[in-house]
C-alpha cells in the first residue's frame, strides 16, 4: 500500500499544479508548483551539467486543457514559465534551438547560453494538442529491450526537452500477466515457455509470435518491474501521462490443458514455425474480459492508477465473423468494442482504450466507416483514443485519403496525429523533412478533423536521423507552417554554434535528396542478402554526394565540436554506403559476363568502401554494435542469461527469425559491418565467381547470431579527417571503375555491330500503347536504328477494342517487312492479348503454346520460330506469383530441351521475365540456359531499378559466342521512356 499511496500522490499533486489559476495561494499548492519546477530543473541539470544562473522557470494554467510556455528575457535573465514540467522543458530547449545556444540530442548535449541574454519582448506558445505521444510498440525491441535505467534517464530527459508528455510505457507487463495467469491456474512451466526474449516482446505483445528465444530467470522478471517504477516515477513526476499495456487477448497454447473448452486462434506470421506462433482467445470467451479486467487491476495494484491503457484488435487481420458490409459483421463489432471497454471500465471507471489505427489506412477493404463505426459504437467518445499511426504511409505509400477524412473525424471519437518515421531502427538517411514540419496543419484546419486531442510520432527504431525528430517536435507545438530552410539554419546554430555557407548548402542539397524521400524499405543494397538486384529505394543522387562533401569542408572549424565530430564520421560513412551501391552493381554484370577478373577487382573495392565504414563508425559514440550488445549483456542478471541476451541482439539486427524479416533492422553500425555484411558480400561473390552454388540463409545464420561477441575492431586515430580523406579517395576509384565497366557492358550503350554478328532484341512494347497512343512506328525505327536482327515482343494485342491492329503484323511491316508469329496468352477485348516475334530470316517452323497458370496472375504463352540458322523463342512469365513462374519455368525447359536439346541450331530464348538474375526463377532456367545479356536494369524505363528482360542462349551443343549487350536507354528515332514502360536490350553473339 505504501508504494500505491506515492503514485496516488503524484497525480494529485498535478492537478493542483496543472489548475492553478493563481488563486488561493495555499501550500498545497505552492508544493506542488515547487514540484513541478524542481522536476524540470532536473532535466535541464541533467542533460547540461548544470542549470543556468541567468535561467528561472515558473508555473502557469493550462490554456484550454493544453500546454502552454511563456517566454521572456529582461535584465540578461531568461523567464520560462510553462503549465507543467515539459512545457517548461520545451520552453527552454525551444528557446536555446532558436536562438543557436543549445541543444539536446541523443548523440551528445550541448548549450553555450551568454551570461547576460539580450532582452526578448514576451513570447507565448500554446500547444494546440492537449498530447503529445511518443514510441512505436516496436520502439521497445528495435531500440529499448535492454535498456537500464541510466539510458531511460536520458531518454525520458530527451522526451520532455522535445516537448513529448505520452509516451507508450509496456515494461513490466509480462511479470502482471504471469501473476495473472498464476491465479487463472496457468502453471509455471506453460507461462513461461509462453514469453520470447526480451528484444522480441513487441510481436509477443501484437499476437505474432511466442515462445521465441525465451527463458530468462524470475530476477530478470522482477529487475523489469523493478525498472518500470523508476520510469513511471519520472514520467509522472515531470507530468507525463504514460500510456500503459492492455491485455489483447492473446494467451499460452497451454492454457487448454486448464480450461480445454476454449476455442484458441492461431496466428499466422512471416513463416514462422509453429511452436513459435501466438494464440488468442476467442471474443466470445468469458476468459476474455475476465482476464482483461484482471490485467489492468494487477498492473494498478504494482504501478497506481493509469488512465490510458492500449489494446489493439485484428492488427493486419481479417475480421472473423461476417461477410462485408453485412448486419452479422457490424453486430459482431459492436458486442466486440463494448467487451474491450466494458472489461477496462470494470477495472477502472476512469480509463480510456487506446486504439493504433494502422488498419484504418492498410486494409481500407476491411475497415470501411461503417465498419469503423460499429467497432467504436459502444465505447463513450472520451473514453477512446484512437492514434492515426501513419499519416506518412497515407501520403508516400497508400497514396489514400486521410484517415479522419475517410472516416470523417473517427466518429467522434478523439484522436492523435501521428507518424512512422523510421522501420526497424535502420540508419539510412532519409525523412520528408517539409512534410514532417507542416503536415499536420492540414488536420488543424480539417472540416474533418473531429476531436482531435493529440499529436505523436510512432518510429519503430530511435536514435537515428535525429534532424527528422527535431522537425517532427517542432511540428507538435505549432499550429502554423515553418520555412525548412529558416529551420535547417537554426538546427545547424543549436547543434554546431554556426551556420556557415556549406552547412547551409549542405541542407540545400540534402532536401533534394535524402530528406526529402519517405520509404519503410531505407536499407542500402549492400545490407540485402546476396544477390540483391534491385535499386535501393533510397534518394541517393549527386545533390546527397554534394551536401556531405560541402559539410566536411569545414572539418577545420568545427574540429573541437563533438557533434560535428559525431555528424562528419556518419555523413563520411553514408557517402561510402552509397559508393557501394553504385559498385554493386558492375559486379553483379562482371560475374553475368563471366569478367572473372573485373569482378574480383570491383569486389575488393567494395569490401574495402565496407571495411572503412567500419574503422569509421568505431569512434561514433552511438553507431557501434558494440553498444547495443553491452546493453544486452548488462541487462542479463547472470552469465548465461547476458550471453543469450547478446546472441538474440544480434539476430534482431541481422536474421531477425522466421524466414522473411532478414534485414529488416538494417543498421549502418560498425561491428554489423564488419562481421556480418561483409563475411556474407565476400562468401557470395567469391563463390558466384568461381560458378559454385551457395546457402545464404544458411551462411547468415551460421555466422553472425552465433555467439555473444564481435571481432576486434579497428579505428583511425583521426576519424573526421579520414572521413574527408575517404570520401575524396573513394569517388575517384568508384568512378573510374564505373567508367571502365560502362565502356564494357554498362549504361551508355554501344551500337557498333560487329560484322557476322546476329543482333537479338527482347523488348516488352506495353501493348504499344501504354505511354503513347501508338509507340510501334517509334519502336519500329529504334530497332532499325541499332541493326536488330530478331526482336522478341512481349505484351502485344491482336484485334482488340484497345488497340485495334494485328499488332506483330503491323510491326513486322513498320521494320521493312519481316517475318513474324503471334502465340495468344488469353482472349482480351474481343481479340487476344499474347507475345510474338519477328526477324529478318525466313522462318522454316513455329509452334506455340500456353503455360501453366497456377496460382499466378493470367495465363502466359510461349512461342518459338525455327530459322535457318537459328532457334528463337519468346514467352512472358506471370508477374505475381514466383511459385507461377516457376512452374512455367520449368514447362519451357523441358518442352525447348524437349524439342530442340539435339538440333545442330543454337536456341535462343528471350522475353520478360518478371525476376531478377539471382532469383530462384533465373536460377531454374541456368539449369539448361546460359544468360547472355546485360543484368543492367530493364524496368521502369523512367528510372529502371531492376532487370527482369533477358536473352538466353540453351546449353547445347551447337556453340555460339557472346560478343556483347546492353541494355539501350537512348535512341536518335525515339524517346525509350515513352514507348514503353521497360527498356529494350540486345545481345550480339557470333555464330560458329
Known amino acids: 500500500m505504501k508504494s500505491n499511496f506515492k503514485f496516488f500522490l503524484i497525480p494529485l499533486l498535478f492537478s493542483f499544479c496543472f489548475n492553478f489559476t493563481g488563486e488561493g ?203 518500470e517504477h523508476k520510469i513511471n516515477d519520472r514520467e509522472l513526476a515531470l507530468g507525463m501521462t504514460p500510456v500503459y499495456q492492455g ?94 471497454y466494458d472489461s477496462v471500465k470494470d477495472a477502472n471507471p476512469d480509463a480510456v482504450w487506446v486504439m493504433q489505427g494502422w488498419i484504418l489506412g492498410y486494409q481500407r477493404k476491411i475497415w470501411t466507416p461503417e465498419t469503423f463505426a460499429s467497432l467504436v459504437s459502444a465505447v463513450p467518445d472520451n473514453k477512446m483514443i484512437i492514434i492515426d499511426l501513419a499519416v506518412d504511409f497515407n501520403q508516400y505509400v497508400w497514396k489514400n485519403a486521410r484517415s479522419w477524412d475517410f472516416y470523417k473525424g473517427f466518429a467522434g471519437k478523439e484522436w492523435i496525429w501521428s507518424t512512422v518515421p523510421n522501420f526497424g531502427g535502420k540508419s539510412a538517411l532519409e525523412g520528408p523533412l517539409d512534410f514532417y514540419l507542416n503536415d499536420a496543419v492540414n488536420a488543424l484546419n480539417s472540416p474533418n478533423r473531429g476531436s482531435l486531442v493529440g499529436f505523436g510520432t510512432s518510429p519503430e527504431g530511435i536514435e537515428n536521423n535525429e534532424i527528422t525528430y527535431e522537425a517532427i517536435s517542432s511540428s507538435g507545438w505549432s499550429s502554423s507552417r515553418r520555412d525548412p530552410v529558416s529551420f535547417l539554419e537554426s538546427y545547424n546554430k543549436a547543434r554546431y554554434g554556426a551556420s556557415p555557407g556549406p552547412l547551409n548548402e549542405f541542407w540545400t542539397q540534402m532536401l533534394q535528396s535524402a530528406y526529402s524521400n519517405f520509404t519503410n524499405g531505407a536499407t542500402f543494397a549492400w545490407q540485402r542478402r546476396p544477390p540483391y538486384r534491385k535499386k535501393a529505394p533510397l534518394k541517393i543522387n549527386d545533390h546527397y554526394y554534394q551536401a556531405i562533401t560541402d559539410f566536411l569542408s569545414v572539418s577545420g572549424s568545427f574540429k573541437d565540436n563533438p557533434l560535428y565530430r559525431n555528424d562528419a564520421i556518419m555523413y563520411g560513412a553514408m557517402y561510402l554506403a552509397g559508393k557501394t551501391d553504385e559498385i554493386l552493381p558492375y559486379i553483379y554484370a562482371a560475374i553475368d559476363m563471366g569478367d572473372t577478373q573485373r569482378a574480383k577487382r570491383l569486389e575488393d573495392i567494395a569490401i574495402n568502401m565496407l571495411s572503412d565504414m567500419d574503422k569509421l563508425l568505431e569512434s561514433h559514440d552511438n553507431m557501434r554494435t558494440q553498444r547495443w550488445l553491452d546493453f544486452a549483456e548488462a541487462a542479463g542478471t547472470n552469465p548465461k542469461e547476458s550471453e543469450a541476451f547478446a546472441i538474440e541482439a544480434k539476430r534482431l539486427i541481422s536474421t531477425w527469425g522466421g524466414t522473411s524479416l532478414h534485414d529488416y533492422a538494417a543498421r549502418i553500425w560498425s561491428g554489423i559491418i564488419r562481421d556480418y555484411y561483409v563475411p556474407r558480400l565476400k562468401y557470395y561473390f567469391d563463390n558466384a565467381i568461381e560458378g559454385k552454388s551457395v546457402d545464404m540463409a544458411g551462411f547468415d545464420e551460421s555466422h553472425f547470431p552465433v555467439s555473444p561477441t564481435l571481432s576486434a575492431p579497428s579505428t583511425f586515430p583521426d576519424p573526421v579527417a579520414s572521413a574527408c580523406e575517404l570520401t575524396a579517395r573513394y569517388s575517384d576509384i568508384v568512378n573510374e571503375a564505373e567508367k571502365e565497366a560502362k565502356a564494357s557492358y554498362g549504361e551508355k550503350p554501344d551500337y557498333y555491330k560487329a560484322e557476322g554478328s546476329l543482333r537479338l532484341m527482347t523488348y516488352n512494347v506495353a501493348h504499344f500503347g501504354k505511354v503513347l497512343r501508338d509507340s510501334s512506328p517509334m519502336i519500329a525505327d529504334m530497332a532499325n536504328e541499332i541493326g536488330a536482327d530478331a526482336i522478341a515482343l512481349c505484351e502485344t494485342d491482336s484485334c482488340t477494342v484497345r488497340s485495334g491492329d494485328y499488332q506483330v503484323e503491323k510491326f513486322a511491316d513498320y521494320l521493312g517487312g519481316w517475318n513474324y508469329e503471334f502465340q495468344r496468352a488469353m482472349p482480351f477485348g474481343g481479340g487476344a492479348y499474347g507475345i510474338g516475334v519477328a526477324t529478318k530470316e525466313k522462318i522454316l517452323n513455329h509452334f506455340g503454346v500456353i503455360l501453366p497458370k497456377g496460382r499466378g496472375a493470367e495465363p502466359r504463352a510461349l512461342v518459338a520460330v525455327e530459322t535457318p540458322d537459328y532457334i528463337f523463342a519468346c514467352t512472358h512469365l506471370d508477374n505475381a506469383s514466383a511459385s507461377a513462374r516457376l512452374a512455367q519455368v520449368r514447362m519451357i525447359n523441358k518442352i525447348m530441351v524437349g524439342k530442340y536439346g539435339n538440333s545442330d541450331k543454337p536456341v535462343f530464348l528471350c522475353g520478360d521475365f518478371n525476376d531478377y538474375p539471382g532469383s530462384r526463377v533465373l536460377d531454374e532456367f541456368r539449369k539448361e540456359w546460359k544468360v547472355i545479356s546485360s543484368t543492367f536494369p530493364t524496368f521502369d524505363a523512367v528510372s529502371p531499378s531492376y532487370c527482369i528482360d533477358y536473352i538466353l542462349v540453351l546449353d547445347n551443343e551447337p556453340e555460339c559466342r557472346s560478343v556483347k549487350s546492353y541494355v539501350c536507354n537512348e535512341f536518335k528515332s525515339g524517346d525509350v521512356k515513352t514507348a514503353s514502360d521497360h527498356l529494350p536490350v540486345f545481345a550480339d553473339v557470333a555464330l560458329e
Open 247 to 340: 491485455f489483447a487477448g492473446f494467451v499460452p497454447k497451454g492454457i487448454t490443458g486448464k480450461y480445454p473448452d476454449e476455442k484458441l486462434t492461431e496466428t499466422e506470421w512471416s513463416s514462422f514455425d509453429k511452436s513459435c506462433l501466438n494464440h488468442m482467445l476467442s471474443p466470445s470467451s468469458k476468459l476474455f474480459p475476465e482476464m482483461s479486467t484482471a490485467f489492468i487491476r494487477e498492473w494498478e495494484k504494482e504501478f497506481g492508477k493509469g488512465t490510458y491503457y492500449l489494446i489493439d484488435s485484428f492488427n493486419e487481420m481479417d475480421i472473423p465473423v461476417g461477410a462485408p458490409g453485412s448486419r452479422d459483421r457490424f453486430d459482431y463489432l459492436r458486442k466486440y468494442g463494448k467487451m474491450i
Open 25 to 227: 495561494n495555499n501550500n498545497e499548492s505552492s508544493a506542488s508548483r515547487r514540484m513541478a519546477i524542481k522536476a524540470a530543473k532536473g532535466v535541464v541539470t541533467r542533460c547540461f551539467g548544470y542549470f543556468p544562473d541567468n535561467v528561472k522557470f515558473g508555473i502557469i494554467p493550462k490554456r484550454d486543457s493544453c500546454d502552454e510556455y511563456v517566454l521572456s528575457v529582461s535584465g540578461g535573465r531568461l523567464t520560462v514559465l510553462g503549465s507543467s514540467p515539459v512545457a517548461l522543458c520545451k520552453g527552454f530547449h525551444d528557446y536555446v534551438f532558436d536562438n543557436g545556444y543549445g541543444i539536446v540530442s541523443w548523440t551528445g548535449n550541448r548549450l553555450d547560453l551568454p551570461s547576460s541574454l539580450p532582452d526578448m519582448p514576451e513570447k507565448k506558445v500554446a500547444s494546440p494538442y492537449r498530447h503529445h505521444l511518443y514510441y512505436n510498440v516496436c520502439t521497445y525491441g528495435y531500440t529499448t529491450p535492454f535498456w537500464g535505467w541510466k539510458q531511460w534517464e536520458k531518454e525520458i530527459d530527451w522526451m520532455a526537452m522535445h516537448g513529448f508528455d505520452m509516451p507508450l510505457s509496456p515494461i513490466g507487463g509480462e511479470t502482471i500477466l504471469a501473476r495473472v495467469w498464476k491465479k487463472f491456474g496457468l502453471s509455471d512451466e506453460v507461462i513461461n515457455d509462453y514469453f520470447t526474449g526480451p528484444a522480441h516482446f513487441p510481436w509477443m505483445r501484437m499476437g505474432n509470435i511466442a515462445h521465441f528465444q525465451g527463458g530468462m530467470s524470475k530476477e530478470w522478471f522482477d529487475a523489469q518491474i523493478a525498472l
